[in-house]
């Protein structure tokens, strides 16, 4: 795989270098239930046929007026208005009685205004007369009137949401309101997920771990649940032995499967069993890089096989959190056609100190909490080994340290990027402690 990049990339070359991968290759379109489409990316534009709300309504329980009829009206000099009926809400507004000057119609919190009304005067202003109306303040006269307007909220032939828009669950309810039964969105991509290594196996197999003899791969079970979470359909190919052939038939035949990304763990580096990158070749691959110049992650690439995209990740466990999140979540985030693809940064305050010796772009596992003055800060989740998972078990966030940084303060100001799975944020009683 003689095109791959040379020299370890930077960070931000690395992660373009992957979602190159994805250029024209955003998954087809499908039909699906709105009700199942949480998660999906639009993929056509939902252009609403209805105006909502569909007309004019009250803001506020209340009396329908004239404008004109309430102005200077206060405690001293109020405004006697006959009440001529009741707007409910789900009450055909041509069924109401046209509001003259001089009278009021008693109306509910979302029911339509009746013809001749423009303003809505609060029942707390009145003194809730059913056949007579006082109204003692007139401050409902200005401004909207405590009416809301027909298509306030969505307009009748405009665009309600774009194409790549992900939906989540209150865009269901919104197209709900316009009638859209099913939505037009790209399919979820499919990803086969290739692991690597002689002493891994999958828990049924535990107790060879209890006797000392193997360890747990746990990426089988973390890194499919974490691509999950970013839309793709995973499966995840038997563990295979540390030799080039079995690797190259496992591989293959993870191809001849059909799939839209080929995902491998371990086998990206320059050890004596690291034999991706030779079966890749065997299968006719080409690669685009093959490390990049950040800890942990540095053994990583990427390419295409087979007219797939591919991406190997590096072995360790923490290392494969890490760069899935990196760069395998924003790169199926794209292939699935959402406009938003990369996690959110945030900038942070950081609490602990931190070395970070090598000239590398450092991604530092930290916890996250928001101070007594609103100050969204950090802390160190664990030692930062990348095989030690409770570390990462534990972090919300990646601190982002540049490689012009080798140590970080207590107090220095960075950017996290958000783990894509990670809980919302809570606020605590961190205090900033001055180094000593």
Known sequence: MSDAAPTALPFADALAAVLHQAEGR??????????????????????????????????MDGYAVQRADILGANSASPRMLPVIGTSMAGADPRALPWV?????????????????????VRVEDTDGGDKTVRVTNDRDAAGR???????????????????????RASHVGALASIGMQTVPVHRAPRVTIVSSGDELVLLDRFDE????????????????ALLRSAGAEVT????VPDTLPALT?????????????????GGVSVG??????????????????????????????????????WIGLPGNPVSTMVTASLFAWPLIRQLGGHLRV???????????????????????????????????????????GSNLLRAMAMADALLEVPESIDHVAPGAMLRAILLPDAPPLVAAPYTLQTPA
């Open 26 to 59: 955003v998954m087809p379109t499908v039909e699906r239930p709105i009700e199942q489409a949480v998660g999906y990316a639009l993929a056509a534009g939902v252009v609403s046929r209805v105006a909502l709300p569909p007309w004019d309504n009250a803001g």
């Open 100 to 120: 003259q000057q001089g009278t009021a119609l008693r109306i509910m919190t979302g029911a339509p205004l009746p013809p001749g009304a423009d303003a809505v």
């Open 145 to 167: 009137g405590n009416v809301r307007p027909r298509g306030e909220d969505i307009a009748a032939g405009r665009e309600l949401f774009s194409r790549g828009t992900s939906i």
């Open 209 to 224: 771990v209890e006797m000392g003899q193997r360890i747990v791969s746990s990426s089988s079970y973390a890194l499919p």
């Open 236 to 239: 995840m190919a038997p563990l």
């Open 249 to 265: 038939q496992a591989l293959g035949d993870a191809l001849d499967d059909g799939c839209d990304l080929l995902v491998t763990t």
């Open 272 to 309: 004596a069993h690291d034999y991706t990158r030779e079966a890749l070749a065997a299968l006719g691959g080409t690669q685009r890089f093959w490390r990049a110049r950040i800890r942990p992650g540095g053994p990583i690439g990427t390419g295409m096989v087979r007219d797939v995209p």
């Open 342 to 384: 990369t996690p959110l940064r945030v900038p942070v305050r950081m609490l602990d100190a931190a070395d970070t010796p090598a000239p590398l772009t450092y991604f530092l596992r930290v916890s996250l909490a928001v101070d007594s003055e609103g100050q969204l800060v950090a802390r160190l989740s664990g030692a930062q």
